[in-house]
């Protein structure tokens, strides 16, 4: 593939249809907590003659063919979770074990999304023990390595709303950042960049990151994000993290780097004066005016164990190559994306195809 036009983009499609189906339901089901209760209202959702739920697909849809119309993506891919039982679980039984089951009329979009991405020619991966953000990690890799053996570097782009994705930014990978409104990732842009989302050219309510924007938002580069999260947790994951030490992580991260630092600190001050000096020195330099040395020494295990969950794969044997994931985005693709859209009844979307087709080249 030439380098005069090369974009691999890949989507964290859980993340992106979970959004789209919360961000369009009904308040009769969106503020009632009885799980029990929200069913006698499944008929409000959005829905089509024959019963199958559009709620979630439609404004993924939309999303996508924003993507396709403003980004022209060399490359796309899309990755979506297909259990929570992954090789995580194994690692750490509770690893997300605080989540709730997914509703059935989400269940049945998960189906029919990933059927319309098929039928359009797209490729979707899923693993019984990978997530996602593996999936994409691993994608990422060995797109660049296939393109850096043809003289390419090009930059690729992930959407996503998941924070872990941080991890995988770099000079040649960016992330744009979903964001719960545009006004939110006006305002992120502008504060970072000195321009809204709109004059950058970024998928709608995303905010982009760079790895020096991710330090100056984040407080850590890219590659620290995982023992980040060894310190921090993640509640969203149910990443236990070390109790009590979340404000200290990351003084302590721009100081000595890495958990293996932190740790190796802490080691070489085992008597009394070196314990002393140590709590002196985060205090008076590092700004910690509580000192965590107990709590990370009585939860080293748990901390490197965060930061394990917490990290991204990069080589998962996906049988993946670049060329299965490169499209055209051509006329070829609008009617693929028309006739793959009609079993949903989307109608809408589809004149905006029919439109967009106009400008297309064969």
Not at 73 to 88: E, G, I, K, Q
Not at 297 to 310: C, K, P, T
């Amino acid at each position: 593939m030439g380098a005069t036009h090369c974009k691999p983009v890949f989507i964290d499609a859980s993340a992106l249809l979970v959004t789209s189906y919360y961000g369009n339901l009904p308040k009769s089901i969106l503020f009632e907590k009885d799980p029990e209760k929200k069913k006698e209202h499944y008929d409000e959702i959005l829905h089509t003659k024959d019963g199958q739920y559009t709620n979630a697909v439609i404004p993924m849809v939309s999303v996508i063919l924003k993507i396709l119309e403003t980004q022209h993506p060399s490359h796309l891919l899309f990755a979506f979770d297909r259990t929570r039982d992954t090789f995580r679980r194994k690692k750490f039984e509770a690893y997300k074990a605080q989540r709730a089951e997914t509703p059935d009329p989400l269940k049945q979009q998960f189906a029919s999304m990933e059927t319309l991405l098929q039928t359009a020619g797209f490729v979707t991966l899923s693993s019984d023990t990978y997530e996602a953000d593996d999936i994409v990690g691993s994608a990422v890799e060995v797109v660049q390595k296939a393109l850096a053996r043809d003289g390419a570097c090009p930059t690729c782009y992930i959407w996503t709303k998941d924070h872990d994705y941080l991890q995988l930014c770099s000079d040649t990978c960016r992330i744009w950042l979903a964001q719960t409104s545009q006004d939110k990732a006006d305002a992120l842009n502008l504060a970072h960049y000195g321009c809204a989302s709109r004059d950058m050219n970024l998928p709608d309510k995303t905010f982009l990151v760079t790895p020096g924007v991710c330090r100056e938002e984040y407080g850590v580069s890219p590659s620290q994000i995982p023992d980040l999260k060894g310190i921090q947790g993640d509640p969203s994951d149910n990443i236990p993290g070390v109790k009590g030490v979340s404000s200290a992580a990351i003084p302590l991260l721009n100081e000595y780097g890495t958990l293996e630092e932190i740790y190796a600190a802490l080691d070489d001050a085992a008597d009394k004066a070196g314990e002393a000096a140590l709590k002196a020195f985060w205090k008076e330099d590092l700004g910690i005016t509580r000192s965590p040395a107990k709590a990370l020494r009585a939860s080293r295990e748990i901390a490197f164990l965060s930061r394990d969950l917490a990290t991204i794969r990069r080589e998962a044997p996906l049988g993946l190559t670049e060329e299965a994931l490169r499209i055209e985005v051509n006329r070829d693709l609008c009617e693929r994306l028309k006739k793959a859209m009609a079993p949903l009844e989307l109608k809408k979307l589809a004149k905006r195809v029919d439109e967009w087709e106009k400008t297309l080249p064969a």
